[in-house]
């Protein structure tokens, strides 16, 4: 019973379901009842209507049969029958954060030739199509683009591109993306819009208030120029259109320390010359003009635009510059080498030559525009400058003037190139002269005169040498002699003195005598008187003896050494000692001389045999039972 109430519930309940499902169903029908969601956007196509669309055009403004301008808003929208409307419903357009989004207009006015893109109009980002319609929105390709966002779109008018179906579309997806450049770049901005550039121009100027490209219809209705731009972006992050320009990162230009960049502008305000009237090689015009700027960038990182300007980079430190086998590291003397010059005397030889220039910061302009690159300057002015100077010199002077006098000759260049550069607005710090390399034949004619020379000097040093030890010996000789003539002298005297003595002392006994024998006989007074006075006579006939005889022997050797010479007499005088004393004749040392060398020889043999005394002394105190023979002296002369 239970359950068959229970099933005749069941099935009331479903029925009157039913019937609420059948009511809201035609309730929908009759009322034509739409509901739009938060996320959706509801596109309308009318199926008929009592006038239709014109030809050409896509979307109907007027209620014309066909897709309608207006669109849906989330919520319920009543009175969209289905038999006269159909509603699609779109999810909304999503800009994610970091990328754009491009926009292509299905209808609307068709774009002019002259443009490339649809201009920008009032649309609320192309969220309302009847006022891009009705306000002159063109057809395809559109100027502006969406940032990151979420937007009511009427894709029935419009089909936004996005990374996610970029490319099902043809499109590139990293096109898509917030345009970065990067820190110490500088991005050369080419649009791809606009008006073209004027003749004679390579770059579009600069357009004020356009936001860095990211407002293209400003810039466009400021007169932009199409193709390469004057201004370039800074690092940062910008909403670019990529159909309307194309960016080129590059580095930004680096001027080192101990340099300064002279800027060549291609482009710019109409070129006015200020270098004045004394500069006459170039213009040289005011910063931002055409030209060379007067101005030079210091050191640093500059934003420059390296398509519309070039940047010539001066040195104001030092530079060495060497005309020889070696190079420095800036490389401007890479095409330099030794300078070849011919002398007045006819030879040909090499030189290394150094010169130190110096270009002010001030100054780099002026010489930028006279020569046009720092390499410009070495080839075609300081190469002939320095290179002529010195073959024109060189027939002035021998070689030998250069070798001898090579800092006169390098004072001289430093004058003149001085002077030479002065005129290009170069400093001339220096010029040195470095290695000499003159003619092999010429410098061994010249060393083989020196080492005669110097072949000389050592001759006459060793000869003088010689004369030296030949006066010492000499000398030595006379010393030893003269030793012999002093114990002489002073034997001499001993007797003398000794006679003397003997004197006294007779004549002491004999007063002794003479006292004792006080009383003796006359005639033992005689005898002691006669003995006395004999005595005394002895004595001093003795002492004379003895004091003729030394005299005779000091005459005698002055006589000698008067008529034979000191080196002769000598000579004679050291065989007698030799013969007095019984010296052997075999000889120990032997000593040989020519004819000129006259009594030297003996010297010679006389200072062997001290030297071979000396070393056999030793010998001789150490034998017991033997005693050694004299060494015998042998004195040879050749001729």
Known sequence: MLLAITVALFYTLLGILGSLLVVLLLAKSLLGI?????????????????????????IALEGEAGLQAD????????????????????????????????????GGAVIP??????RVVACDDYQDARAFLTQGGEKGRQ????????????????????????????????????????????????????????????AGPVIADHDNFQDAQRFLAAGGRRGLQEQVLLSGAWNLNPWFCRVEQVPMTEIPIGHVGVVISFVGRPAQDVSGADFTHGNLVEVGHKGIWITPLYPGRQPLNTRIMRVELVPTTNIVLNWA????????DNSLSSITVRSRDG???????????????????????RVGSMQNLVDHVLEPIVGNYFRNSSQEYTVLDYLTNRAERQHDAAAFIRHALGTYNVQAVDTLIGDIVPPQQLMTTQTDRKLAEEQRKTYEV??????????????????????ELVKSEQGVNIAELNANSQVKKVRGEAEAAKLRAGGEAESTRLRAIADSEATRLRGVGEAEAIRAIGQAKAEAYQVGVASLGAREFTALQLMQ??????????????????????????????VGLLVQSQHTAPLAAQATSVTPAAPEVSSTSAG
């Open 577 to 606: 000692i030799i013969g007095d004393r019984q010296v052997k004749i075999t000889p120990d040392v032997q000593a040989n001389g020519s004819a000129g060398a006259g009594a030297g020889g003996l010297v010679e043999a006389l």
């Open 113 to 118: 030739p002259s443009h490339i893109l649809g």
């Open 34 to 58: 739409v509901v739009i969601g938060e996320l959706e956007v509801g596109i309308i196509a009318k199926k008929f209507a009592r006038t239709s669309l014109r030809a050409g055009h896509l």
């Open 347 to 369: 030879f040909s030889f090499n030189l290394d030559v150094a010169q130190i220039i110096h270009v002010g910061a001030l100054d780099a302009p002026r010489v930028i525009s």
């Open 143 to 202: 100027l502006g683009i969406l940032t990151a966002g979420t937007y009511r779109i009427n894709t029935a008018l419009f089909t936004v591109i996005t990374r996610r179906n970029a490319e099902s579309l043809g499109m590139n997806p990293n096109e898509l993306g917030v345009y970065r450049v990067v820190p110490d770049a500088v991005g050369i901005v080419t649009t791809l819009d606009g008006l073209p550039i004027e003749p004679g121009e390579i």
């Open 71 to 106: 669109t849906l808003a989330p919520g319920w929208h009543f009175f969209l029958w289905p038999w006269q409307y159909a509603v699609t419903k779109e999810p909304v357009t999503v800009v994610p954060q970091g990328e754009i989004g491009l926009v292509v207009a299905n």
């Open 325 to 332: 086998n070696r190079t420095e590291a800036h490389g401007y």
């Open 462 to 483: 060793q000869q003088a040498a010689q004369t030296q030890r030949q006066a010492l010996v000499r000398e030595t000789s006379i010393a030893d002699i003269q030793s």
